[in-house]
């Protein structure tokens, strides 16, 4: 198994040698490479400036405006322009629900445990696509740049992404045409751009502090071997630089004294005190004083002031490293090197207060909003054999995960995973009262079973009966160090357990896997498309089930009009199933969803009642 790996890395699936790293920010994204001096390098398209905005705008026709020029529109057309797609990648409306004001453009509410899609006029889009197409453009400008095709990339996710954002993430980059090589931790990455944990013999542990436009990570890290192992994670999801913007315009417009109703009015005020913020804070990262006007409101400000306002902020994010030192179960003296990321940590404030925290100097002499691209950067060309020196640990050459509903491959263990490694997810069933659950195991990189290879399958009988999404099975891989796999399922509410032993590298030649990769980027396009389209249809059938039920234990509760309706949208989403587009899928989901959830808050009006009735007062 071992072998396959490097010889995919280095023999002859090497036509184009470049694999690019990308960080996939929330508020900037870029893509690096390692230049011909063998140093990592961020990519610059011909003057358009390093960082591309992850910012999307989406005209009436579907076209996608990606970068500087979407970010101009983020005011004046809230609806079609897309930021911080990245918080919705990988996650359900019940994980976000708490945020959704945050967003300016409408989030499709499901109510229920799948994937959030978002809605801009009449079309939806997956975060997946979305984050598609900012990696079309990072890698159309690396192209563009470079002048030869890129194919093959890292891409790198927060170190508290869980299996549904990373394979999120790595999906985004197949939907963008990149094979995507490995998907690797951001500060993992940021570390190895300042050469750490580059020498196998080294052993350190370490602290990378990330404060970025809207997110603040702290990640403990140990190096062992050549192995990054997260310690542990801390941080705030809704903390950053943006942050910083607001508070500096809360004091401008304070001062003014100006009501916010009398700003409210001016739209383009508010775009200019954005801008205008961001730029006073940007020059107060070297400057003690900051002079300008918008619109005959007063905007300056001076070091101390600012810093006065964002103590509380850097405050709380000092407090997050001393819960993840904890967590870690470290002290300070146990650090042996802080790393600083994200273009926040320029603020002298910032980088003063985690130097005093740590006590010790920190590393800052890379470019903050940079280091996590040099990183992925030096990533990939170790994956493409490069660097000799550097022990490239046994891995899987082809991804290993299970059968899902409609037919779907469900990826566990991907490809380019060190071996031994273990992981695991939970899955339900579809039906109520469903007693056996069939497991599927296949290897290979499509996204339809029946292109890759089956494994082996068997069967985990005698699930207690319950409704259909109560069961919960948890399925773990482990794959060992001869590239044996163990596939273990477990029902967690009963304790119900099977376990099958597979040889996944069995009977494969290195051709023949060479080609099943090969087949994987060809067929990337359409592969993701049919997904997009099989996830669309299963929701609805799940969806026409739901309803069914409904009728069928509270169809009472409706007059006949509203049986009548109902009847009439189901029967226009099953007639969508089989043909329909998925957003034509999507369109009647969302109708018969709309239309049918006053029915169930009825269900516990009358519910509540009938308890309330029981008792006596
Ligand atoms: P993310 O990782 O969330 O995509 P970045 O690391 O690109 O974000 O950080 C973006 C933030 O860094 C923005 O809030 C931006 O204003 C801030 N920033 C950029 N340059 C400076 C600077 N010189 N001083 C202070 N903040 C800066
Ligand atoms: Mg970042």
């Given at each position: 198994m071992?072998k396959i790996?490097?010889?995919?890395?280095?023999g002859s699936?090497?036509?184009e040698?470049?694999?690019?790293g990308?960080?996939?920010g929330?508020?900037?994204?870029?893509?690096?490479?390692?230049?011909?001096?063998?140093?990592?390098?961020?990519?610059n398209?011909a003057?358009k400036g390093?960082l591309?905005?992850?910012?999307?705008?989406?005209?009436?026709?579907?076209?996608a405006?990606v970068?500087?020029?979407?970010?101009?529109?983020?005011?004046?057309?809230?609806?079609?322009t897309?930021?911080?797609?990245?918080?919705?990648?990988?996650?359900?409306?019940?994980d976000?629900?708490h945020y959704?004001n945050?967003?300016?453009?409408?989030?499709?509410?499901?109510?229920?445990?799948?994937?959030?899609?978002v809605?801009?006029e009449?079309?939806?889009?997956s975060?997946i696509?979305?984050?598609?197409m900012?990696?079309?453009?990072?890698?159309?400008?690396?192209?563009h740049?470079?002048k030869?095709p890129?194919?093959?990339?890292?891409?790198?996710?927060p170190?508290?992404f869980?299996?549904s954002?990373?394979?999120?993430?790595?999906?985004?980059g197949k939907?963008?045409g990149?094979?995507?090589?490995?998907i690797?931790?951001?500060?993992?990455?940021a570390?190895?751009a300042?050469?750490?944990?580059?020498?196998?013999?080294?052993?350190k542990?370490?602290?990378?502090y990330d404060?970025?436009?809207?997110?603040f990570d702290?990640?403990?890290l140990?190096?062992q071997n050549g192995?990054?192992?997260?310690?542990?994670t801390?941080g705030d999801t809704?903390?950053?630089?943006?942050?910083?913007?607001?508070?500096?315009i809360?004091?401008?417009?304070?001062?003014?004294?100006?009501t916010?109703?009398?700003?409210?009015?001016?739209?383009e005020?508010?775009?200019?005190?954005?801008?205008?913020a961001?730029?006073?804070?940007?020059?107060?990262?070297s400057?003690?004083?900051f002079?300008?006007?918008?619109?005959?409101?007063?905007?300056?400000?001076?070091?101390?002031?600012?810093?006065?306002?964002i103590?509380?902020?850097?405050n709380?994010?000092?407090?997050?490293?001393?819960?993840?030192?904890a967590?870690?179960?470290?002290?300070?003296?146990d650090?042996?090197?802080i790393?600083m990321?994200?273009?926040?940590?320029?603020?002298p404030?910032?980088?003063?207060?985690v130097?005093n925290?740590f006590?010790?100097?920190?590393?800052?002499t890379?470019?903050p909003?940079?280091?996590v691209?040099?990183?992925?950067?030096?990533?990939?060309d170790?994956?493409?054999g490069?660097r000799?020196d550097?022990?490239l640990l046994?891995?899987?050459?082809?991804?290993?995960g299970?059968?899902?509903?409609?037919?779907?491959?469900?990826?566990?263990?991907?490809?380019?995973s060190?071996?031994p490694?273990?992981?695991?997810r939970?899955y339900t069933?579809a039906?109520?009262?469903q007693v056996?659950m069939?497991?599927?195991?296949?290897?290979?990189e499509r996204?339809l079973?029946?292109?890759?290879?089956k494994?082996g399958?068997?069967?985990?009988?005698g699930?207690?009966a319950m409704?259909?999404?109560?069961?919960?099975?948890?399925i773990?891989f482990?794959?060992?160090?001869?590239?044996?796999?163990?596939?273990q399922a477990?029902?967690l509410?009963?304790?119900?357990?099977q376990?099958?032993?597979?040889?996944?590298?069995?009977?494969?030649t290195?051709a023949?896997v060479?080609?099943?990769?090969l087949?994987?980027v060809s067929?990337a396009k359409e592969d993701v498309?049919?997904r997009m389209?099989i996830?669309a249809?299963?929701e609805?059938e799940?969806?026409?089930?739901?309803?069914?039920?409904?009728?069928?234990?509270?169809?009472q509760?409706?007059?006949h009009?509203?049986?009548a309706?109902?009847?009439?949208?189901v029967?226009?989403?099953?007639?969508?199933?089989?043909?329909?587009?998925k957003?034509?899928?999507?369109a009647?989901?969302?109708?018969?969803?709309?239309y049918?959830?006053?029915?169930?808050?009825?269900?516990?009006?009358?519910?509540?009642?009938?308890?309330?009735?029981?008792?006596a007062i």
């Amino acid at each position: 198994m071992a072998k396959i790996s490097i010889n995919l890395a280095t023999g002859s699936l090497q036509k184009e040698d470049i694999i690019v790293g990308i960080d996939l920010g929330t508020t900037n994204s870029l893509v690096a490479f390692i230049n011909p001096e063998k140093h990592p390098q961020v990519i610059n398209d011909a003057g358009k400036g390093v960082l591309v905005p992850s910012i999307i705008n989406l005209n009436k026709n579907g076209d996608a405006i990606v970068g500087t020029d979407a970010k101009e529109h983020l005011i004046e057309d809230p609806e079609h322009t897309i930021f911080s797609v990245k918080r919705l990648l990988g996650r359900s409306y019940k994980d976000i629900e708490h945020y959704q004001n945050f967003f300016s453009y409408k989030i499709v509410d499901d109510d229920n445990d799948t994937l959030v899609k978002v809605k801009v006029e009449d079309k939806f889009y997956s975060p997946i696509e979305l984050s598609a197409m900012i990696l079309k453009e990072l890698k159309a400008r690396a192209e563009h740049a470079l002048k030869t095709p890129v194919n093959r990339a890292v891409i790198t996710v927060p170190a508290y992404f869980n299996d549904s954002q990373r394979q999120a993430t790595r999906d985004a980059g197949k939907l963008a045409g990149l094979d995507v090589l490995r998907i690797v931790n951001e500060p993992t990455a940021a570390s190895l751009a300042y050469g750490i944990g580059l020498n196998p013999e080294e052993e350190k542990t370490i602290a990378v502090y990330d404060l970025g436009g809207g997110t603040f990570d702290i990640s403990i890290l140990r190096i062992q071997n050549g192995i990054f192992e997260v310690l542990a994670t801390n941080g705030d999801t809704f903390l950053g630089g943006d942050d910083f913007d607001r508070a500096i315009i809360e004091f401008w417009i304070s001062r003014s004294g100006l009501t916010n109703d009398e700003l409210k009015q001016y739209k383009e005020i508010r775009q200019a005190l954005r801008l205008k913020a961001e730029a006073a804070k940007k020059h107060l990262s070297s400057h003690s004083t900051f002079e300008g006007e918008v619109q005959g409101i007063d905007c300056s400000i001076d070091k101390s002031t600012f810093e006065g306002l964002i103590q509380p902020k850097v405050n709380h994010t000092i407090a997050s490293c001393k819960n993840a030192l904890a967590d870690a179960g470290l002290t300070v003296t146990d650090i042996d090197s802080i790393v600083m990321v994200g273009g926040s940590t320029r603020t002298p404030l910032v980088k003063n207060s985690v130097a005093n925290f740590f006590g010790k100097e920190v590393n800052d002499t890379l470019n903050p909003d940079e280091v996590v691209a040099l990183g992925a950067a030096i990533q990939a060309d170790i994956l493409a054999g490069n660097r000799k020196d550097i022990l490239l640990l046994d891995v899987t050459p082809l991804s290993l995960g299970v059968e899902t509903m409609g037919g779907l491959m469900d990826v566990i263990i991907p490809r380019n995973s060190k071996v031994p490694t273990k992981a695991g997810r939970q899955y339900t069933t579809a039906i109520d009262g469903q007693v056996n659950m069939k497991i599927s195991v296949f290897q290979g990189e499509r996204d339809l079973i029946k292109d890759n290879r089956k494994l082996g399958e068997f069967e985990l009988k005698g699930i207690p009966a319950m409704p259909a999404g109560f069961p919960k099975v948890d399925i773990n891989f482990l794959l060992n160090a001869d590239g044996i796999l163990t596939v273990q399922a477990i029902e967690l509410r009963s304790g119900v357990k099977q376990e099958v032993e597979i040889k996944p590298s069995y009977g494969l030649t290195d051709a023949e896997v060479e080609k099943m990769l090969l087949d994987s980027v060809s067929h990337a396009k359409e592969d993701v498309a049919q997904r997009m389209i099989i996830e669309a249809r299963t929701e609805g059938e799940q969806m026409l089930y739901t309803v069914d039920r409904f009728i069928k234990n509270n169809g009472q509760l409706l007059s006949h009009d509203e049986r009548a309706k109902t009847l009439e949208l189901v029967e226009e989403l099953k007639n969508s199933l089989p043909t329909g587009t998925k957003d034509e899928i999507l369109a009647k989901i969302d109708e018969l969803n709309e239309y049918t959830r006053p029915f169930a808050e009825r269900v516990m009006d009358i519910a509540i009642a009938t308890a309330m009735k029981g008792k006596a007062i």
